[in-house]
């Protein structure tokens, strides 16, 4: 079985994009920048905020976190977004989730100019992603594509099985993997036999927030499988897919952590980048 290193893909694709970032230094006088918006105190956002800021500076990206109360009202949220927009030391913008209840996150996710959205969040580029144009690929299934196409550059023709439907992961998932030719099953809580279709799997991404979903006898020999979960139990994290029966089937299997989630925030700074470049066109 192999054991799909996030962390170590991660660093490789944050090397790369140091060497990118030199070079449009040196071609433009500038280097791209990313702007974080902060609201409420809760920790897991914070953690994530933080983490996003230190990988920004180490690929030499300009970086900004920009920190509000729980209590900041949805105007000044939205004025600053305008501010960013027309900001041309900017590059991209992303809007940490989840808003306090009182702030309407359509609103604010729309607000962003989408050749800023560095999340793909923004209704356009959903529609480009759909279509088969380019956007901004949301930094999640975009890092779990990297990582699947690690393990396997040539996906035509292979069965994928999506587990969830969220905007943020199982939508845009099947999008890029249906841009690779695969036959793509999405796959949720309604789903009769979630087993069965499992079975039938090349490619496994898992992104329920179900704790240890994905079992062993789930999992075909030789199947791919990606875990996006990231669940707190009474035994420590976990993600969807039942690790230690799961790595007895399949062929490639990531953990949780030192899966996916190092690859997300290095795909925020491949976003920030290629907005950059598109702007400097
Ligand atoms: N909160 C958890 N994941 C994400 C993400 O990918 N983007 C944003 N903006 N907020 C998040």
């Not at 600053?80 to 209840?101: A, C, F, H, R, Y």
Request: proline share 5%; charged share 25%; net charge neutral.
């Amino acid at each position: 079985m192999i054991l799909i290193d996030g962390k170590k893909a991660a660093a490789e694709l944050r090397a790369e994009l140091k060497e990118e970032v030199a070079e449009l230094k040196s071609k433009h006088n500038k280097v791209p920048g990313l702007t974080v918006i902060l609201i409420g105190d809760l920790a897991p956002s914070q953690i994530y905020v933080r983490n996003k800021e230190k990988s920004a500076n180490e690929v030499g990206l300009k970086s900004e976190v920009i920190k509000y109360p729980d209590s900041v009202e949805e105007k000044t949220v939205l004025e600053k977004i305008q501010e960013l927009n027309s900001d041309k030391t900017v590059s991209g913008i992303l809007v940490q989730l989840p808003l306090p209840k009182h702030i309407d996150k359509q609103k604010v996710i729309e607000a962003i100019d989408p050749s800023k959205d560095v999340d793909g969040f923004h209704p356009m580029n959903v529609g480009n992603l759909s279509s088969g144009y380019e956007s901004s690929i949301p930094c999640t299934p975009l890092g779990c594509y990297l990582l699947i196409k690690k393990i396997e550059p040539n996906l035509s023709g292979k069965k994928a099985v999506v587990v969830g439907r969220s905007n943020l992961n199982g939508k845009p998932m099947t999008q890029l993997l249906l841009k690779e030719n695969c036959t793509v099953t999405i796959t949720h809580s309604k789903t009769k036999d979630l087993k069965a279709e499992c079975l039938e799997a090349d490619i496994i991404v898992a992104a329920v927030g179900i704790p240890e979903l994905v079992r062993g006898d789930w999992v075909k020999k030789d199947a791919i499988v990606i875990d996006v979960g990231i669940n707190k139990t009474d035994n420590g994290i976990v993600g969807d897919v039942h690790f230690d029966e799961v790595s007895k089937n399949a062929k490639a299997l990531t953990p949780v952590p030192g899966g996916v989630g190092p690859m997300t925030i290095a795909c925020l700074l491949k976003n920030t980048i290629d907005c950059f470049k598109r702007s400097q066109i």
